[in-house]
T-cell receptor
Framework: KNEVEQSPQNLTAQEGEFITINCSYSVGISALHWLQQHPGGGIVSLFM???GKKKHGRLIATINIQEKHSSLHITASHPRDSAVYIC????????????FGEGTQLTVNP | ETGVTQTPRHLVMGMTNKKSLKCEQHLGHNAMYWYKQSAKKPLELMFV???????ENNSVPSRFSPECPNSSHLFLHLHTLQPEDSALYLC???????????FGPGTRLTVT
């Protein structure tokens, strides 16, 4: 079992829908990252958070340290949001090492 | 553009070839990373360099040899690879280990 579990694995939505992607982890962490990977491979860091909530444009990331759970929300989704969204955690004792989830493939249809 | 570039973007090599992947960052960061992303698998950390010193080697076979000549450049030297080494190889950098990482576009490697 992976230390980082994401759900769903695949998600298809209509343009304008509110989207939630979930991430659960099993170890104590110092930080959690949400990443976006477009076709072709390039990865962009969306958020790094260790508590509470962060917002950037239409994206919101929340984390509950006690429940070892994080969510990534996309409001007013758009076809250009179609990508793989990856959750990664830095363990409390893992130094620079990030452990990655398998990713959630999001497709937003017009 | 994240400020991290990788060359080549695509590489096809035979099992007996020797090739190198190059990563360059223009962000003034002190830490650089190599990751491997195989189909249907999570990203795997391969190597971490901090101030040009290797600080992490994640049990990577010796046919992968990293080199960090300065804090802006990172290489991955490849020799006698296997077909299962075919993957996307991603480079990243960060201001220091433990901070937010900036990823390059990756090199798509195919070993025939």
């Amino acid at each position: 079992k992976n230390e980082v579990e994401q759900s769903p694995q695949n998600l298809t939505a209509q343009e304008g829908e509110f989207i939630t992607i979930n991430c659960s982890y099993s170890v104590g962490i110092s930080a959690l990252h949400w990443l976006q990977q477009h076709p072709g491979g390039g990865i962009v860091s969306l958020f790094m958070l260790s508590s509470g909530k962060k917002k950037h444009g239409r994206l919101i990331a929340t984390i509950n340290i006690q429940e070892k759970h994080s969510s990534l929300h996309i409001t007013a989704s758009h076809p250009r949001d179609s990508a793989v969204y990856i959750c990664a955690v830095r363990g409390e004792t893992s130094g620079s090492r990030l452990t990655f989830g398998e990713g959630t493939q999001l497709t937003v249809n017009p | 553009e994240t400020g991290v570039t990788q060359t080549p973007r695509h590489l096809v090599m035979g099992m007996t070839n020797k090739k190198s992947l190059k990563c360059e960052q223009h962000l003034g960061h002190n830490a650089m990373y190599w990751y491997k992303q195989s189909a249907k698998k999570p990203l795997e950390l391969m190597f971490v360099y901090s101030l040009e010193e290797r600080v992490e080697n994640n049990s990577v076979p010796s046919r992968f040899s990293p080199e960090c000549p300065n804090s802006s450049h990172l290489f991955l030297h490849l020799h006698t690879l296997q077909p299962e080494d075919s993957a996307l190889y991603l480079c990243a950098s960060s201001p220091h280990t433990g901070s937010e990482q900036y990823f390059g576009p990756g090199t798509r490697l195919t070993v025939t």
